[in-house]
């Protein structure tokens, strides 16, 4: 049974500009150790910056949250299976709700091109 679902739509350019402003205290606030690690290995890392972003909104979405509502934006975890596939890791405040609300998968779909980045996740419950 679906719980919830979240799209979100990021232009790319907008998350570059607020890195170039904030640098480091931005990625440390909203971005997991492995994910900025993740994204500085690319060229174009804003890009899958703007993707992980759209990722984490599109949780909260989906929880029916948004944002300011307990659940930060580093406690959702955006990284990839072995075959590649995009998934979610919850910690924190994101893990609690998740048992709260019986959520048992995450299924993640996230894209982006040279202008924007796309996410659309799905909560299943359990």
């Not at 719980?3 to 971005?31: H, P, Q, S």
């Not at 944002?67 to 959702?76: E, S, T």
């Not at 990284?79 to 998934?87: A, F, L, R, S």
């Amino acid at each position: 049974m679906i719980y919830g679902i979240g799209i979100d739509l990021v232009e790319n350019d907008r998350i570059e500009k607020i890195i170039a402003k904030w640098g480091g205290k931005f990625l440390e606030r909203v971005f997991c150790e492995n994910e900025i690690k993740y994204c500085a290995r690319h060229v174009q890392f804003s890009l899958h910056y703007a993707a992980r972003f759209a990722a984490k909104e599109s949780f909260l979405k989906a929880l029916g949250i948004g944002m300011g509502r307990g659940v930060h934006l580093k406690d959702v975890e955006v990284t990839h299976n072995e075959q590649g596939k995009p998934i979610i890791i919850t910690h924190n405040q994101a893990a609690l709700q998740l048992k709260k609300n019986k959520i048992a998968k995450i299924h993640l779909s996230i894209t982006h091109t040279k202008t924007y980045a796309a996410a659309f996740l799905i909560l299943e419950k359990g």
